[in-house]
């Protein structure tokens, strides 16, 4: 059985560079936590910016809504 994997996309808002990651939940929860906002690293420019995690990662709005489960 394989994991399941979310995708994260977003948009640099200095250069317009689009961003995409894939995780699993634990990496995802590792790595960004449970907030509304995901930090990103523009590859391109190297500017550290937030995206709203609801619009960067609609699947893990969907599917896993923790603040919902665990409150």
Avoid at 9 to 35: I, W
Wanted: net charge negative; glycine share 6%.
């Amino acid at each position: 059985m394989t994991k399941k994997r979310y995708r994260i996309q977003s948009a640099c808002p200095q250069c317009g560079c689009s961003f995409a990651q894939v995780m699993s939940k634990e990496e995802l929860l590792e790595k960004h936590g449970d907030t509304p906002n995901i930090e990103l690293e523009c590859g391109e420019c190297m500017l550290k910016f937030q995206a709203d995690r609801k619009s960067a990662c609609p699947e893990w709005d969907d599917e896993c809504r923790l603040n919902e489960k665990n409150g």
